[in-house]
């Protein structure tokens, strides 16, 4: 069976990260597989352990006074239900998302602040 690559890779550009993370887990699911990438020796950290930081966690800290912003944002970016959203929104301080490089932390940090809520980066 043939595929043109250049049009997937096209097409997974276009899509939303909620879209791409459905796909991931439907892969995992199909080919009983897991996305989790390797874990790294610790000592290749180097001999004083300061290494670049390349995962990171982004926190919601706070909803803000725009709850329900803060609310569709969490859905947006996770793809999760109303009520697992809201979940995360009311319990706050919580992890949105974990393991993520520093643009995508980046990102998300920008659209739940554009709702109005507080967010740090571990």
Do not use: H, Q, W, Y
């Amino acid at each position: 069976m043939a595929f043109d690559k250049d049009s997937i890779i096209a097409s997974l550009k276009e899509a939303s990260i909620s879209d791409l993370s459905d796909l991931v887990k439907a892969i995992e699911e199909e080919f009983d597989v897991s996305a989790a990438a390797p874990v790294a020796a610790a000592g290749a950290a180097g001999a004083d352990g300061a290494a670049a930081k390349d995962s990171f966690t982004v926190e919601l800290t706070s909803a803000g006074s725009a709850k329900v912003k803060a609310i569709k944002a969490v859905r947006e970016i996770t793809g999760l239900g109303l009520k697992d959203a809201k979940g995360l929104v009311d319990n706050a301080p919580s992890a949105i998302k974990e393991d993520v490089k520093e643009d995508e932390a980046n990102e998300i940090k920008a659209k739940l602040e554009e709702a109005g809520a507080t967010v740090t980066i571990k």
